[in-house]
């Protein structure tokens, strides 16, 4: 088997091991975030929208180094074979 199948292999199912306790923190952060409000705190509603940009960039910074190096593989592999 491939070594980058089975370290393919091995995130993926890390990734679907943590997907239920993931799930489960969504319900605590808006309670958090609907009891600071009420009290007039709206620093922790910004600062918890900068927390789900970085949670949304992270998966496509991975996919972009996954591709960059796949890339450079190619090309490399490419130019040897010439």
Not at 5 to 16: N, P, R, S
Not at 53 to 80: E, I, Q, S, V
Request: glycine residues 6%; positive net charge.
């Amino acid at each position: 088997m491939n070594k980058s199948f089975k370290i393919l292999l091995g995130v993926f199912t890390m990734l679907l091991v943590s997907v239920q306790s993931a799930m489960a923190q969504c319900a605590m952060c808006r309670a958090t975030v609907e009891n600071n409000v009420s009290n007039g705190d709206t620093t922790v509603g910004a600062a918890l929208n900068i927390g789900i940009l970085y949670l949304f960039l992270a998966p496509y910074l991975l996919l972009m180094t996954l591709g960059y190096f796949w890339y450079k593989n190619a090309k490399r592999k490419k130019k040897m074979s010439l």
